[in-house]
């Protein structure tokens, strides 16, 4: 029995690694601090724009959030990205952020 969940675990494995670049990022930005509706609309807007690694970049930001922050401001949030040293992340970053800010 044990050995006939091993394919179904490698199958959920890899599904799981499968992730689309988008829900990635999505779900970065919200690790990272910034509400869910925020995080969905700039992610849909961010991945056509940026390369794989730098949504990636991006993306690892969730590391970085303090535990006792519920929402990340704007502001706070650009000033993570422009510690990532890439202008073109910031632009994309920016023009995102104040698109979704509006809608």
Do not use: W, Y
């Not at 799981?16 to 700039?42: D, W, Y």
């Amino acid at each position: 029995m044990k050995s006939a969940m091993l394919p179904v675990a490698a199958l959920a494995c890899l599904l799981s690694a499968c992730a689309t670049p988008e829900a990635r990022l999505r779900t970065g930005l919200n690790n990272a601090g910034l509400s869910k509706a925020m995080s969905a609309c700039m992610a849909e807007r961010m991945v056509d724009r940026l390369s794989l690694l730098q949504l990636r970049r991006l993306a690892a930001l969730g590391s970085l959030r303090d535990k006792h922050i519920t929402d990340l401001s704007l502001s706070q949030f650009l000033h993570k990205v422009r510690a990532l040293k890439d202008a073109e992340i910031l632009a994309v970053s920016t023009s995102s952020a104040a698109i979704c800010a509006v809608r």
